[in-house]
């Protein structure tokens, strides 16, 4: 048994700062436990001794037997470091400390967690908290908390196979009880407080492991480690996170374009995509893609069949459909030949499908109709909308989508708009079926969509490089040294070079053609264009007086040929706290303008490149749109993965901006890069 495991598996208990004393914190974990049947033994320590609630007490961690499992520390923070101590000297592997007072009150709070931490580690001990509720394990009857969830009258206290970990105690088991009002099946519940050694992902991970667990749903308030995301996500099980923090996050200030773009939560988004971990907005989503992991079908690709009886329904589902990511079916011609046999001449056959409220009179045209759907390959995921349906008439519904569900191989989400008294016992018999039961459409579309999103395939991380890893460029590294770096891993630049003086950039210029672009280079000026600093088209008559204007701004002065017509993109690379991030977008002067770009955390699998050029709104101006030509995405395409391979060995902190990268017919070609390594930041 893993240290961590102990919060659901342990056969002993320790309460330190037990007490009989009625309302106080340390009597409630002894309540609960006897209470709800703990079959292991439970261990209260309390100077005094004697016995709590008729079980035998000991005034210390060395007086109780061993071995013991699990501590549960419910002291003052100033008495915490040495029941830490006395936990390392009984060899308990893991200890929750309930306790206050530590890094979220500030500097000294946090100095005394670090310093207890320390102590943990030294010895071997494992930590859950500080300023956490604990945990419980609806399956083994654990309740190492002091929840008032569990004081409750009555308390569903049935084995589960869902598992809530959140940093938050109070919203985590806030959470945990609206499950258990939906009729959900919480099999575990952890709440990891500060977070100060054991993290929410890390017990996420050890959940995971656990072969009765389907579904696995987290709140974190932190950023997560990659490495132990991607190892939640190498488990298979499907995870929903809600991650607090958007609006923080995305205010952070940057001065590059990749750096604005790229902020931290962006990346989080990006890597839980790649991960294929499903990310959430609210309690109320994170449930409803809880109900929707229940049931063990998982879709094998995004198209979704709708079937309704209610027209409006089936409207408002279709919206929904393309505002989760999903995509509305085509169906089969056999299938809509199928269908018109079926529906009603004045409801519809092409998807969505609505049968009307003829149903209430011949209950068939669901059976029917949900068999086209499930024999049409076209369709992985069937939405059923139902709307104000009483009584009787629930119970045909039901009973005809549980027969499609028995029939298997597709997950059938329910839309039911109506209010619960109009069919007290549907949401009972909609589990039963293990059909998740929604109120709207657009939350069965959404749980539909977090479905998919952990039910995807995930690409392969391995990759053959298409060239070696280039050495980082110097702090103060200029555009040209940039270009020339760029050109060793064989992505296009412009041809051209510094001019040592006015006569020389005219002599540039004719050697380029006649004419050239001309630009100050000038350490720590990212936003050329923007400070007068580039010259497009400059002729040689113009050169002169063009270099000595840009001369004038205090820098070298780069003369360029010009580039062929075309699209201009944005590539950027930078580092941050949950790896190495790579953004491709539209760039130029509509970077932060339209804020189209896609984001991935590197290592860049075979075939992501594309996808990423291909999740741009500006994927159909690439494509050629209304008889414009079409680019060259696999240029683009090639340069990412020319870059990522390239920058892969660069230490510390960086950001590097190529933008615009202008894509043409035939390549793609760097115009402009900016570098901004941890101790030079962009300004």
């Keep these: 048994m893993s240290a961590i495991s102990a919060l659901w598996n342990a056969d002993s208990i320790a309460v330190v700062g037990a007490t009989e004393r009625p309302g106080a914190l340390g009597r409630k974990p002894m309540d609960f436990l006897l209470r709800h049947g703990y079959k292991g033994r439970i261990l209260p320590i309390n100077p005094r001794g004697g016995e709590i609630l008729g079980v035998p007490a000991y005034a210390s961690l060395k007086e109780a037997p061993g071995p013991i499992d699990l501590a549960l520390i419910m002291v ?51 930590l859950i908290g500080p300023n956490c509720i604990g945990a419980v394990s609806f399956n083994n009857r654990v309740l190492a908390t002091f929840s008032p969830l569990f004081g409750a009258e009555s308390v569903p206290f049935e084995p589960g196979t869902l598992g809530f970990v959140s940093q938050s105690g109070a919203l985590g088991f806030g959470a945990a009880s609206l499950a258990l009002q939906r009729g959900l099946r919480p099999g575990w519940v952890v709440s990891t407080g500060n977070d100060a050694d054991v993290t929410a992902l890390e017990v996420l991970r050890e959940l995971a492991q656990e072969p009765e667990c389907q579904g696995l749903l987290g709140y974190l308030e932190d950023v997560p480690d990659l490495d132990t995301l991607r190892a939640l996500s190498a488990s298979g099980k499907p995870v929903a996170l809600l991650k607090s923090g958007r609006t923080e996050a995305g205010g952070r200030a940057a001065a590059s374009h990749t750096g604005a773009l ?143 569900a028995r029939k298997g191989g597709k997950p059938i989400l329910v839309a039911r708009t109506g209010a619960d008294f109009l069919a007290p016992d549907a949401p009972a018999m909609l589990r039963d079926a293990q059909l998740p ?86 350490p720590g000026l990212l936003h050329k264009s923007e400070a007068g600093g580039v010259r497009v088209g400059v002729t040689e008559q113009q050169a002169p007086a063009a270099f000595a204007d840009l001369a004038a701004l205090g820098g070298e002065v780069l003369v360029e040929e010009l580039a062929p017509d075309g699209i201009e993109a944005l590539v950027g690379v930078r580092t941050s706290p949950l790896g190495t991030v790579l953004t491709v977008g539209l760039g130029g002067i509509f970077t932060e303008v339209l804020d189209d770009v896609a984001h991935r955390v590197l290592p860049l699998p075979d075939g992501e490149a594309e996808r990423m050029i291909s999740e741009l709104r500006a994927a159909a101006l690439l494509r050629g749109a209304r ?14 993965y020319r870059l990522s391979d390239a920058i892969r060995d660069w230490p510390g902190e960086f950001e590097l901006d190529l933008n615009p ?23």
């Design 627 to 640: 008889g414009t030509a079409e680019l060259d995405t696999a240029a683009l395409a090639d340069l990412l």
């Design 262 to 404: 790229a902020t931290d939560d962006r990346v989080l988004d990006a890597a839980l995509h790649q991960l294929g971990i499903a990310r959430v907005d609210d309690i109320d989503e994170l449930l409803d893609a809880a109900a929707a992991f229940e049931v063990p079908l998982r879709p094998k690709g995004p198209r979704v069949a709708v079937v309704t009886t209610s027209g409006g329904s089936g409207i408002l589902a279709a919206d929904a459909i393309e505002d989760s990511g999903l995509q509305l079916s085509r169906l089969s011609p056999q299938s809509i030949a199928a269908l018109t046999e079926i529906v009603p001449p004045f409801g519809a056959v092409d998807n969505p499908v609505d049968i009307t409220a003829t149903v209430l009179s011949d209950p068939t045209l669901f059976d029917r109709s949900l068999d086209v759907l499930l024999a049409d390959d076209s369709v992985d995921i069937i939405i059923a909308c139902f709307c104000v349906m009483a009584g009787p008439d629930v119970q045909k519904a039901v009973t005809a989508l549980s027969k499609a």
């Design 437 to 522: 039961d929604y109120p709207t459409p657009a939350r069965a579309l959404k749980a539909a969509a977090a479905l998919w999103q952990v039910s995807r395939p995930r690409p392969d991380t391995h990759r053959d490089a298409v060239t070696a890893p280039l050495p980082a460029p110097a702090p103060q590294a200029t555009e040209p040294q940039l270009k020339q770096l760029l050109a060793t891993a064989g992505i296009t630049v412009p041809k051209g070079r510094t001019a040592r003086d006015a006569d020389d950039a005219a002599a540039l210029v004719r050697e380029l053609g006649g004419r050239a672009v001309l630009k100050a280079v000038v």
């Design 661 to 683: 990268v202008r894509v043409l017919p035939h390549g793609a070609i760097v115009l402009d890069s900016a570098f901004s390594a941890a101790d030079t930041p962009a300004h």
């Design 76 to 126: 003052g923070a100033d008495r915490v470091a040495g029941a830490v101590d006395d936990c390392v000297e009984a060899d308990i592997p893991l200890a929750i400390i309930a306790s206050s007072g530590f890094a979220e009150t500030g500097a000294d709070g946090a100095a005394l967690q670090d310093e207890i931490v320390a102590r943990a580690r030294a010895g071997g001990l494992r």
